[in-house]
């Protein structure tokens, strides 16, 4: 006998946990979460210019790290010794669109927690010393990523998809870019990142918001008199056909698929159906990729899909490591599972199951101070409306079978598609070569 968990029906209402947002110049704004249920204070500061800006790849990722390496007060081992002393946690770094600096410690260690985030903000020195050695340290790791498949397969898709814009380039940059990065380098792109960009402050702890306001004036200079300088906007070269990435990773017995193309972003009408559609596609457990390719066919342990979305395109992406041998055969299931995903409607008991678990994301990832801030930095990143969150939950809630069909016709058409491949590059050329047109990736 088989037994099989009821898929409920039942909606449950959803709020976003609340927040206020202020306006404290043309290019500083706060947004503030009081809680209550929590001995935490939390603080993200946030600018609005990321490595899709740089000039040298890696560079704004270490510039923002190297903030935390010393100041003209704190070398960098007294820094290390007072944030174990206060038991807080501190974190600097860049993503594609923007920068940010993480604080995260105990209520009554607020204070003293600021005053070292200010100084580390205010008054970073660049010695180097630690330059030398954070550089060294990223040069070794990218060495090591190099013999990562994943990781090879991961860059050949985005140099394949974004053949005209900066998001092609690792993100921490190669060997030869960070090794070129110079301390005026450092300086200048710091100076750029927090004096002539907007700045987002995002905070979240049990002070109210003048509170909070009070004890940032008293450790921050934010000087924000120019207003923030706009990011040259590079329109994405869709591909005319279906193209094959390799990248070579000699006598692999295993491939690293990662096949995708150009899709709508989080801004866009359809997003939200179009995340329930992927749900179903390949997104959890119970989905049409796994089912197949895992569960039927026994081709991997593991596969899925996921919607990759930036303030300069986005990408819908399925990943997946496979035997050799079954490679080929492995992208042609998929796009047959894409061909059938255009054509034929979800059946209701498949639609429901997914939409309940996509409704049980919204409630499990409000739950901690990080989750909440992180996705009001998403409302803040893509200009959305304050109860973005709410009106997707309702969306979802209210959403048909028959609505959610014209988004898998849309967006789900196994066509202008990038198949990358990490393996053996002779192997894989023979493999591929039916798929598209081949080119090569080397890091």
């Not at 609005?48 to 081992?77: H, N, V, W």
């Not at 992180?374 to 809630?397: R, T």
Request: glycine share 6%.
């Amino acid at each position: 006998m088989k037994f099989k968990p009821p898929v409920s029906e039942k909606i449950y209402d959803f709020k976003f946990p609340s927040f206020t947002k202020r306006t404290l110049s043309p290019n500083l704004e706060i947004y503030h979460c009081k809680r209550d249920d929590t001995p935490l204070f939390n603080i993200k500061i946030i600018s609005k210019s990321g490595s899709y800006d740089e000039e040298i790849p890696g560079l704004t990722y270490l510039s923002a790290q190297m903030t935390t390496k010393g100041t003209k007060k704190r070398s960098q081992e007294k820094l290390a010794d007072e944030m174990d002393f206060l038991g807080l946690n501190l974190n600097a770094g860049a993503s594609w669109d923007m920068s940010y600096w993480n604080l995260s410690c105990m209520e009554e260690n607020k204070e003293n927690a600021l005053d070292l985030l200010g100084d580390c903000i205010n008054n970073s020195n660049f010695p180097k010393r630690e330059i030398d050695i954070s550089k060294g340290r990223i040069v070794a790791d990218i060495s090591q990523k190099k013999a990562e498949p994943s990781y090879l397969a991961k860059q050949a898709f985005y140099s394949g998809i974004y053949q005209n814009n900066p998001y092609r380039n690792p993100l921490t940059g190669d060997e030869k870019s960070v090794s070129a990065i110079s301390r005026n380098n450092l300086i200048n792109r710091f100076n750029e990142l927090f004096y002539e960009k907007n700045i987002t402050i995002i905070s979240s702890s049990q002070n109210n918001l003048e509170d909070t306001l009070n004890l940032l004036n008293r450790y921050f200079k934010f000087d924000n008199g120019t207003e923030g300088k706009q990011r040259n906007r590079i329109r994405n070269i869709i591909p005319k056909h279906n193209s094959i990435r390799i990248a070579s990773k000699e006598s692999a017995e295993q491939t690293v698929l990662r096949i995708g193309k150009l899709t709508i972003g989080i801004n866009h009408p359809d997003y939200i159906p179009l995340s329930l559609a992927n749900t179903i596609f390949g997104g959890y457990f119970m989905s049409r990729l796994n089912g197949l390719i895992r569960e039927k066919l026994g081709y991997t342990y593991g596969i899925h899909s996921f919607i990759d979305y930036r303030l300069n395109g986005s990408t819908l992406q399925v990943t997946s490591s496979v035997n050799k041998s079954t490679t080929a055969k492995t992208v042609s299931e998929v796009f047959k599972l894409m061909e059938k995903f255009t054509r034929e409607p979800v059946k209701v008991k498949e639609f429901q199951r997914a939409k309940q678990y996509s409704l049980g994301t919204f409630l499990r990832n409000t739950e901690s101070n990080q989750q909440i801030m992180s996705l009001i930095g998403v409302i803040n990143l893509f200009n959305l409306k304050k109860n973005y969150y709410e009106d997707a939950y309702l969306k979802i809630s209210n959403l048909t079978p028959e609505e959610l069909f014209e988004v898998q016709q849309k967006y789900f058409s196994p066509e202008n598609m990038v198949i990358a491949a990490a393996g053996d590059m002779k192997y894989l050329e023979k493999e591929l070569k039916g798929f598209g047109e081949i080119s090569y990736y080397e890091l």
